[in-house]
């Protein structure tokens, strides 16, 4: 008859009662100094085992004992036969299932980051309906009105040119449905962007920039390209992702060490979309006749704008660049001017 | 006649709590978030057996559905918020306005949600804090405090702590706090002290560095100066935030009795600052991996240095009437992790 040490709590009182464990005929006997009593061993729930923590055997009278003594404990239970290890605590008790779930976490993390997240969120991106795009649209364009851009100084004759070649780019009625806004902005410079809605907006800063109107029509294919494949509202979708298990994860204080890797997370998937963007933009601009070297010509000339000395927005933009959302470009010329070589 | 001091120990390794994480979080992932419920009795208990204190264990009594409940809803209102935010911005804040009403009410439930499952020698915790009260203390005085530029923010703290221990138990016997608000603005004054410090040392430096080529500063120095800022950042909290913890911790713990019993809590500035700084940059050389490692090395330095000191034998605390909680409060209070433990 095996026998093991444990403390023993009544559940009234939090005195503590050095006791005697042990089983037999089906029965756990505890034996103490001023007390004995006695259980049917169905009537007790002993608690799974959980790395080296105490055991913990809950008693039908709200009472408990709690037992250090883990190979004594195990071996009492195995000689009675009772209590096989549960599946959970099996898992938590192996180092080879560990290992195998930290692979597997690491896989899945990898996995989600790479395709899952994309993919959902461009599922996502296409049941949101043109209507509800179109609302954030217009909020985006009342908080620029606000104060960072003004109203355009292109003449009404120009507005009109650039935007009749703009709708000539594409065939008639083809997706993505989209159109032109024209802004004066010294503090975003010289800039196209794409909202979720389709609206492209560019800047007055761009249009002087361009040394022809190819080189606009350039860019606003590539914007075409975002707006194409929604690359705003994925883009919105997955940073919410990214920034909210960032927080999930690192909790506390070092949540301000996500911030970097957050930053770094989300540039990647926007390389992605410019690179995306690029494609689309190289076909488009073959079939009209115009070569991709253009979108090339002006992406350098942004460039140069943006880190050049002599831009009179220099002081806000580099800032602006640092984080932006155009990184690499030099690569995305070498590649814009490759594709104006090849056919 | 007074016992001698019992120091809390945690008698746990972090080689089996990572197990024991990375096995829940496989499981929570394969299960969509499902186990997490789960994984969180399991982790917690597993925290809460292996802290000990004269002897005997805590333990951690939590059921997975009710806290299952409370993730629910808070993730319906945390996923609401933050994409109506987005999308429709009138609506987001709406919601946030909901969620910042709805806040106060989260942590009563939660305070009582945790109390009541937590058990020592066999005997509930417990928390009495009234709705009202905690209104007052986690509505309206921070929002005074921040109306105030937190010159009220020291008075804000020592008043939600003040209800927390003055309205929790255990067993039948009350907790209670008797620090003076004074202390607390004393240990914030320095904390602000050293923040200005740090932060007008390196603005001077910036200054004299670039002075009179403001007007054409090259992409690499504006990179610099904003790369400097984040490192400034991460540098100051790394210091002044356990020099904070570290000493509003002490004052607390030995300004709070259990019944006629009394704690010590001796925490160092020094030796916080490097676990809490060695755990950062572990955790960013591994990927973040290191992560349980480093809560379980944070847990055990807090653990080591709470002490009670009793007033005559534990033995005697009784129980008390228990009592039923919603698991709703815990787990809002918890998405984003929000310690209210400070």
């Known amino acids: 008859m095996r026998n093991i040490s444990a403390l023993y709590y009544d559940g009234q009182s939090a005195r503590q009662e050095a006791v005697t464990l042990s089983i037999h005929n089906g029965k756990i006997l505890l034996q103490g100094d001023q007390l004995e009593r006695e259980f049917d061993l169905d009537k007790i729930t002993i608690s799974a085992k959980l790395g080296s923590t105490p055991r913990l055997i809950h008693l039908l009278d709200g009472g408990h004992c709690e037992v250090d003594d883990h190979l004594g404990f195990d071996a009492m239970l195995d000689e009675s036969g009772v209590s096989p290890p549960t599946l959970i605590s099996r898992l938590e008790n192996s180092w080879h299932y560990a290992l195998a779930a930290t692979l597997l976490t690491i896989s899945f993390v990898l996995a989600m980051f790479y395709w899952g997240l994309p993919y959902i969120a461009n599922m996502a991106a296409e049941r949101v309906p043109d209507t509800l795009s179109l609302t954030i649209d217009e909020q985006v364009l009342d908080t620029l009105d606000d104060g960072l851009a003004e109203e355009t100084q292109l003449s009404a004759k120009r507005q009109a040119g650039l935007s009749a070649r703009f709708e000539r780019l594409r065939k008639k009625n083809e997706r993505p449905l989209a159109h032109l806004e024209f802004r004066d902005s010294d503090e975003i410079g010289a800039n196209a962007f794409a909202l979720p809605g389709g609206t492209i907006i560019i800047t007055d800063q761009l249009v002087e920039l361009a040394h022809n109107d190819e080189e606009i029509l350039a860019v606003l294919a590539h914007e075409l390209g975002h707006v194409k494949e929604r690359h705003p509202l994925r883009q919105l979708l997955q940073s919410s992702v990214i920034g909210l298990s960032m927080t999930w994860y690192f909790g506390d204080i070092s949540s301000l060490l996500a911030i970097a890797p957050t930053v770094m997370l989300e540039t990647s998937y926007s390389r992605n979309f410019e690179r995306r963007a690029d494609l689309y933009a190289v076909t488009l601009l073959r079939r009209n006749g115009i070569k991709p070297g253009r979108l090339a010509d002006i992406l350098e000339r942004l460039e140069n704008d943006h880190t050049g000395h002599q831009s009179k927005h220099e002081a806000y933009s580099p800032i602006f660049d640092l984080f932006s959302t155009h990184p690499n470009t030099d690569e995305r010329i070498r590649i814009l001017r490759h594709a104006n070589t090849t056919k | ?342």
């Not at chain 2, 709805?102 to 945790?114: A, C, D, E, G, W």
């Not at chain 2, 809490?276 to 847990?299: V, Y």
Request: charged letters at 10%; hydrophobic letters at 50%; one cysteine or more.
């Open chain 2, 1 to 342: 006649m007074s016992e001698q001091e019992q120091r809390f120990s945690f008698i746990g390794n972090s080689s089996d709590y990572f197990v024991i994480w990375i096995v829940n979080l496989i499981l929570t992932i394969l299960t969509l978030g499902i186990y997490s419920a789960w994984a969180k009795v399991r982790r917690l208990q597993y925290l809460y057996r292996n802290t000990r204190l004269a002897g005997s264990s805590f333990d951690y009594h939590g059921t997975p559905i009710a806290i299952l409940k409370g993730r629910l809803i808070a993730i319906v209102l945390f996923a609401s918020y933050s994409i109506f935010l987005q999308l429709m911005p009138a609506l987001g804040l709406a919601i946030g306005l909901i969620i910042a009403l709805i806040m106060p009410y989260f942590f009563v439930t939660s305070l009582r949600f945790r109390l009541y499952n937590s058990s020592y020698r066999g005997l509930r915790f417990g928390f009495s804090g009234s709705v009202k009260s905690a209104y007052i203390n986690f509505l309206l005085l921070p929002i005074a405090s921040a109306l105030t530029l937190f010159i009220l923010a020291p008075y804000t703290h020592h008043r939600s702590k003040a209800y927390q221990h003055n309205n929790s138990h255990f067993g039948q016997s009350n907790f209670s706090f008797d620090a003076t608000i004074a202390s607390f603005y004393k240990i914030y004054f320095f904390v602000f002290l050293q923040i200005v410090t740090v932060v007008g040392l390196f603005a001077l430096g910036i200054y004299l560095m670039f002075q009179g080529s403001w007007s054409n500063l090259p992409k690499m120095a504006i990179f610099a100066i904003v790369a400097g800022v984040y490192l400034l950042l991460i540098f100051t909290s790394l210091l002044v935030i356990p020099y904070f913890i570290a000493r509003i911790q002490n004052l607390i713990w030995n300004h709070t009795a259990l019944g006629e019993h009394r704690f010590i809590c001796n925490m160092g500035a020094r030796g916080l600052t490097w676990i809490i700084l060695s755990n950062f940059f572990l955790i960013a050389m591994t990927m973040g991996i290191f992560k349980p490692f480093a809560d379980i090395r944070l847990l055990r330095y807090k653990l080591e240095h709470l002490a009670l000191l009793p007033s005559d034998s534990l033995d005697n605390f009784i129980a008390s009437e228990k009592q039923h909680v919603s698991a709703t409060g815990t787990e809002s209070a918890e998405i984003f992790d929000v310690d209210i433990s400070l």
